[in-house]
C-alpha cells in the first residue's frame, strides 16, 4: 500500500510508531531507516536523510513541534537498495539518451543537479557528498539519489503533518492475519499494524512542494510529474550549466518548462547539450585519471614458474615477479590513460608449473581481478574471463627426437646397394661385349690385337658412363643396343645424383611420428608440460586416452624422449611452441615434426566485461606496431640457436670430407699410371744407347757422371724417334715397355 516511494516510505511503514501517550500530535515521531551503511547509495542517503532532518526539526513550519526523529540501521539488505538504485535508474534511463550519454561521459566532470534554484542547503550536500564519492566516477547519479532521499523525508514530514492536521492519530493494532499457525520462532503475533495508513498514504499522494529535485508531486500511478535536472559542467571550483535533463523533453539546451507546452519532438535543440570542457581546458574527452575500482588495488595473480622462467617467475632476490610476460603486462599499463595501482601475487607452489586453468579460475570466481603470464586463449578458458589480444602467437606442437646422417667418405656408395653396384657394373661389361660382337666385323675400332680389342670393350663400355665413347657404331644392331643402354644410363645417373644430394643434405627422423594425426592413431606415451592446457586439449578434442598421456617438467623433455615410449618415456611431447622454441635452442637432437596443429595465443585474463581487457588490447596492439613488444621479446629470448644461419648453409654443402674416397682413388690411379709409365721410360733409357755415347754396343748403364738434364732430354725424346734408334742399332728394347708406353 505505501509503495508509492519505494526507497523510504517501505522503511517508514514498517517501522513509525508513536513515541509517547495517546495525543494526536505526539512530540516525536519515530522513522525508521534501513540503508546498507558500506554502500556508496547508502553513504549518500546517510547525509541527505541526516540534512533532511535537520532542516525539517528547524523548520517551524513543518510538524509544528513534533520533532521527526530517523533511526537508521545498516542492512546488507542489498536487494531493497538494489530496488531502489533499479527504480531511480529506470527514472533516469526512461528517455534513453541520457543514459548512454550520463554512462559514457559524465565521469567525475558532469554533475547532475536537480532543475531548481541555488540553496545553501543544496550547495552543502553537493561537497559533502562530492568528499564521500570522490573515488567514485558516475557521482551525478549519487547526487541524485541523495536529492530524492532528501526530499522523500521532507515529502513524508509533510505528509505526517497533515495527517495530523487532519486527526490523524498514531496508533497500531494487532491483525488477527499475523498469527504464527507453525508456533515456531517467528512471533508473527508480536508485530502491529498501522492503523492510519490509508489516510497518510492520501496524505502522501496529495503532497507537492518545490523540493531540490524540483517540483516534488505524484500522478496518480505514483509517478513523479515532470522531474527534471540541470546537467552542469564543472570546471575547478565552479560550474556550468551545459543543458537539462526532464523525463518529457529528454537531453536539452532548453529550460523544460519551456517545452512542457510544445509536442514532442519538434523542439532543434533536443537531446543536445553544450559542449563539456575538461580538465585541461579541453573539449576533448578524457577516458579518466584512474581505474575506478574504489581506489583499491587491483590484485593480479601470475604463474609460479619453475621451468622456462624467461616468461615469468618470482625474483628470488626481489621477491617481486619479473620476465617477458611481466615486462609486456607493464609497458601495457604504462600505456593506458589512466593509472591502474595493482599488486601482483604470485599463484603456484613454486615446485611444479602452476595449472594455469586453475589461475584462469580463480579469475573467474573473483578471487584475482586479472591474471598476468603465459596463459593461452583457448575457448574453455574465453567462456568464463575476458583475455586481451594476443601479445605472443603460441600454438600446440609435435616435439620429437631426430638423427642426423653423418656424412662420410663413402658416402658416394651409399645410393646403391651392392647389389646394384654389381648388376650395373656386370651391364657395362656385358654391353661392351654385345655392341664389340654386333661391330667386330664391321668396324675398324673394334679390330686389331686381342689385348688392344679387350682394352676397347672396356673403354668403350665404362665411357658411356660419362657419353664419351669415341668409338662410332656403325651397324643398326650395335646403334640400337648403344641408345637403349644410353637411356639406361640416364635413369641411372640422375637417380644416384638424387638419391646422394639427398642422403648427404636431408636429416633423417629417428621417429614414426609425421604429425597429429599419427601420434594419435599411434600407441606411444605422449608427454605435455604440467599444468598445461595441452592435457585437456588432447582429451578432449583429439580423444587421446589420459593413460597415454605423461605429465612432464621442462627438465625431464629430453631425458623421456632419448628414452622412448617403450623404456619409460614418450614419443613425442605435444606443447607450446613458444616454449618448444627455448628447448629446442639448447637441446639440438630433437625437432618440431608437422605443422603448427592450433593457432593459440597469449594472452592477458580479466573478469568478463572488464573494460581494461579493452584498453589492454589497444595497448598490446600500440606496443606490437611501434614495435616495442619484438623488443622485450628480444631482451628475454637472445640465446643463440642450435644452428646460426651460416651454419645451416654450410651444413648443405657437400664438404671434402664426403668425397676423399673418391678423390684417393683417382689419386692412386693417377700414381699407379705414372709409376708404370716412369718404369718404362726408365727402362728404355737404361737400354737405349745414348746418342752421345760412342760405343753403340755398350748398354745404357747408370753412371753417376750422366747428367739430369740428358734424362729429361730423353723425356722430351718422341717415341717413335726411340724406336727409330732402336732399330738403327740393332736394340730392340723389351715390347711390353714399348706396348705401355704407346697404349
Ligand atoms: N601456457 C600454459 C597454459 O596456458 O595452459
Known amino acids: 500500500m505505501l509503495s508509492l516511494l519505494p526507497l523510504l516510505l517501505c522503511i517508514f511503514s514498517s517501522t513509525i510508531r508513536a513515541a ?76 534513453g539518451p541520457l543514459s548512454s550519454y550520463t554512462m559514457s561521459t559524465m565521469q567525475g566532470i558532469i554533475t547532475l543537479r536537480q532543475h531548481t534554484e541555488e540553496s545553501e542547503r543544496k550547495s552543502d550536500l553537493i561537497s559533502r557528498w562530492g568528499n564521500l564519492t570522490r573515488k567514485e566516477s558516475g557521482n551525478f547519479r549519487l547526487n541524485s539519489y541523495g536529492f530524492y532521499a532528501y526530499d522523500t523525508v521532507w515529502m513524508l514530514a509533510k505528509a505526517i503533518d497533515s495527517f495530523f492536521d487532519d486527526g490523524g492519530i498514531i496508533s497500531f493494532s494487532n491483525d488477527s492475519r ?33 523540493g531540490s529535485t524540483g517540483v516534488f508531486q505524484f500522478d496518480s500511478d505514483g509517478n513523479l510529474i515532470h522531474p527534471a535536472y540541470d546537467i552542469i559542467n564543472v570546471i575547478g571550483t565552479g560550474s556550468r550549466t551545459i543543458g537539462y535533463w526532464s523525463n518529457y523533453s529528454g537531453l536539452s539546451v532548453v529550460p523544460p518548462e519551456t517545452l512542457y507546452t510544445k509536442p514532442l519532438n519538434v523542439s532543434p535543440s533536443r537531446d543536445q547539450l553544450y559542449s563539456v570542457i575538461w ?85 573467474a570466481t573473483q578471487e584475482f581481478d586479472a591474471a598476468v603470464g603465459d596463459i593461452a586463449i583457448v575457448t574453455s578458458r574465453t567462456k568464463i574471463v575476458d583475455f586481451t589480444q594476443p601479445y605472443l602467437s603460441s600454438g600446440l606442437v609435435i616435439l620429437a627426437p631426430i638423427r642426423r646422417r653423418k656424412s662420410n667418405a663413402w658416402a658416394f656408395l ?79 645417373q640422375s637417380s644416384y645424383t638424387a638419391s646422394l644430394t639427398s642422403i648427404l643434405t636431408v636429416q633423417k627422423l629417428s621417429t614414426t611420428v609425421e ?34 598421456l605423461k605429465a612432464l617438467s621442462p627438465e625431464e623433455y629430453a631425458g623421456a624422449l632419448e628414452l622412448g615410449s617403450d623404456n619409460g ?112 721410360v726408365i727402362y728404355q733409357y737404361i737400354h737405349l744407347p745414348s746418342t752421345h755415347q760412342q760405343d753403340p754396343s755398350s748398354h745404357r748403364m747408370p753412371k753417376l757422371g750422366r747428367s739430369l738434364r740428358e734424362f729429361f732430354s730423353f723425356l722430351n725424346d718422341k717415341e717413335e724417334d726411340v724406336q727409330k734408334r732402336y732399330s738403327q742399332r740393332g736394340h730392340k728394347p723389351d715390347g711390353d715397355v714399348s706396348v705401355n708406353l704407346e697404349t
Open 20 to 95: 509517547q501517550g495517546p495525543s494526536p500530535r505526539p512530540s516525536v515521531v519515530h522513522v525508521g531507516a534501513l540503508l546498507t551503511f558500506d554502500s556508496t547509495i547508502g553513504r549518500v542517503a546517510k547525509v541527505a536523510i541526516d540534512a533532511a532532518r535537520e532542516d525539517v526539526n528547524s523548520d517551524p513550519a513543518v510538524l509544528a513541534g513534533t520533532r521527526l526523529d530517523i533511526e537508521m540501521r545498516d542492512t546488507n539488505c542489498s536487494g531493497f537498495l538494489g530496488m531502489a538504485e533499479d527504480w531511480l535508474s529506470s527514472l533516469l534511463d526512461s528517455k
Open 178 to 210: 499475523l498469527q504464527d499457525s507453525t508456533a515456531g520462532t517467528l512471533h508473527l503475533d508480536a508485530m502491529n499494524i498501522f492503523n492510519g495508513g490509508d489516510l497518510l498514504l492520501d496524505k502522501v499522494r496529495s503532497t507537492h512542494f518545490d
Open 279 to 363: 580538465p585541461g581546458e579541453t573539449t576533448i574527452r578524457p577516458r579518466g585519471w584512474v581505474f575506478p575500482n574504489n581506489g583499491k588495488e587491483l590484485k593480479i595473480g601470475y604463474p609460479l614458474r619453475v621451468g622456462y622462467t624467461e616468461f615469468v617467475s618470482k625474483s628470488p632476490t626481489t621477491d617481486t615477479a619479473k620476465g617477458y610476460c611481466i615486462d609486456v603486462f607493464t609497458a601495457a599499463v604504462n600505456l593506458l590513460p589512466y593509472a591502474v595501482p595493482f599488486k601482483l601475487i604470485p599463484f603456484g607452489d613454486g615446485h611444479d608449473n602452476p595449472n594455469y586453468t586453475a589461475l584462469v579460475n580463480m579469475v
Open 414 to 492: 651409399q645410393p646403391f646397394t651392392l647389389e646394384m653396384w654389381c648388376v650395373i657394373g656386370i651391364l657395362f661389361i656385358m654391353i661392351g661385349t654385345v655392341v664389340w660382337t654386333l661391330e667386330h666385323r664391321l668396324n675398324d675400332e673394334f679390330r686389331g690385337p686381342p689385348r688392344k680389342q679387350l682394352i676397347t670393350i672396356f673403354w668403350f663400355s665404362f665411357s658411356t658412363l660419362f657419353f664419351a665413347h669415341r668409338e662410332s657404331t656403325v651397324s643398326t644392331l650395335g646403334r640400337s643396343v648403344l641408345l637403349i643402354w644410353l637411356f639406361v644410363v640416364l635413369i641411372i
Open 515 to 548: 604429425g597429429i594425426e599419427s601420434l594419435r592413431t599411434g600407441n606411444g606415451f605422449i608427454g605435455f608440460q604440467v599444468g598445461s592446457f595441452a592435457e585437456n586439449y588432447m582429451v578432449e578434442e583429439l580423444r587421446i586416452p589420459r593413460s597415454r
Open 569 to 680: 618415456g614418450v614419443t613425442a611431447i605435444v606443447d607450446e611452441l613458444g616454449y618448444v622454441e627455448i628447448f629446442l635452442s639448447k637441446n639440438c637432437q630433437f625437432s618440431i615434426v608437422g605443422p603448427e596443429f592450433t593457432k593459440n595465443g597469449w594472452g592477458f585474463v580479466f573478469q568478463r566485461d572488464s573494460p581494461l581487457a579493452v584498453d589492454m588490447s589497444t595497448a598490446i596492439l600500440t606496443l606490437s606496431e611501434n614495435g616495442d613488444l619484438q623488443r622485450i621479446h628480444d631482451k628475454w629470448f637472445t640465446r643463440a640457436a642450435c644452428f646460426s644461419e651460416s651454419e645451416e648453409i654450410d651444413s648443405e654443402r657437400l664438404s671434402l670430407s664426403s668425397f676423399w674416397g673418391l678423390f684417393l682413388i683417382c689419386g692412386i690411379s693417377c700414381f699407379l699410371a705414372l709409376v708404370i709409365y716412369l718404369t718404362g
